[in-house]
């Protein structure tokens, strides 16, 4: 159910105006067998900083921005609140001057999406997949990375040992979970946006906005 709900934020997310993806941006790729995180490192770009838990973020974050803002005296009397829009407004446009310069807003970043295989497609010759955001909580609120645009026809290739195990676990209805990480970097003019969680009221929700360069498929075990 969970995973519905991150494709109907995604389908969402698709609909709003955004700038073009980098034209070397790939979505095609191999699917990596990991048996742990610290593996990525092996083909990730060097020098990447993987924010993939909320420590990583965290000291993102407190790189960028110093302190998580009071949420409670943001949000006030809740979305009713005549000035609750305004204290928002102001918060990102201070934040948003303070960090110009920061040098983590130059910093190559890998984060993570959900993705799920669907069967094989003969006419792309690989896997298609289904993506939706991962909601990460921290000590500064929930945190959900957002790129510039929302990378659509993603495939995964297989050679063909893997390709028939792929499709002999979908065909017995074995639904197979995926990380899709997303390399890139912060997009300095708007690199961090502060709002509220739209399910769990007076929660604080920050979003990290990335110019995706690279797309990798993973499958953790």
């Given amino acids: 159910m969970r995973f519905v709900w991150c494709m109907a934020v ?3 997310s ?6 073009a993806v ?4 790939n979505p095609r790729g191999p699917l990596h067998s990991l048996s742990h995180q610290d593996n990525l490192k092996t083909f990730l770009p060097p020098n990447v900083h993987l924010l993939l838990d909320p420590a990583s973020i965290e000291r993102l974050l407190d790189q960028l921005d110093g302190d998580p803002p009071d949420w409670q005296a943001l949000y006030g009397h809740g979305h009713h609140d005549p000035g609750h829009d305004d204290r928002l407004f102001a918060l990102n446009r201070e934040r948003d001057a303070k960090r110009q ?10 984060f993570a999406w959900l993705g799920e ?3 094989y ?7 298609s997949v289904a993506l939706g955001p991962k909601f990460i909580p921290t000590r500064w609120g929930i945190v959900r990375f957002k790129p510039e645009e929302v990378p659509g026809n993603l495939v995964v290739t297989a050679d063909s040992s893997q390709r028939k195990a792929l499709q002999a676990e979908i065909e017995k209805h074995h639904r197979i979970d995926i ?8 997009i300095p003019e708007e690199s961090l946006v502060y709002d509220f969680s739209h399910d ?9 906005f990335v110019r995706v360069e690279q797309i990798h498929y993973v499958r953790l075990h």
């Fill in 10 to 12: 995604c389908l969402f």
């Fill in 14 to 19: 698709l609909s709003w105006p955004s700038s």
């Fill in 22 to 25: 980098a034209e070397d941006l």
């Fill in 101 to 110: 310069g920061n040098p983590a807003l130059s910093w190559p970043v890998a």
């Fill in 117 to 119: 295989l669907s069967a």
């Fill in 121 to 127: 497609n003969h006419e792309n010759e690989g896997f």
């Fill in 179 to 186: 990380e899709v990480i997303m390399t890139g970097r912060l």
């Fill in 200 to 208: 769990e009221e007076g929660r604080g929700l920050i979003m990290p």
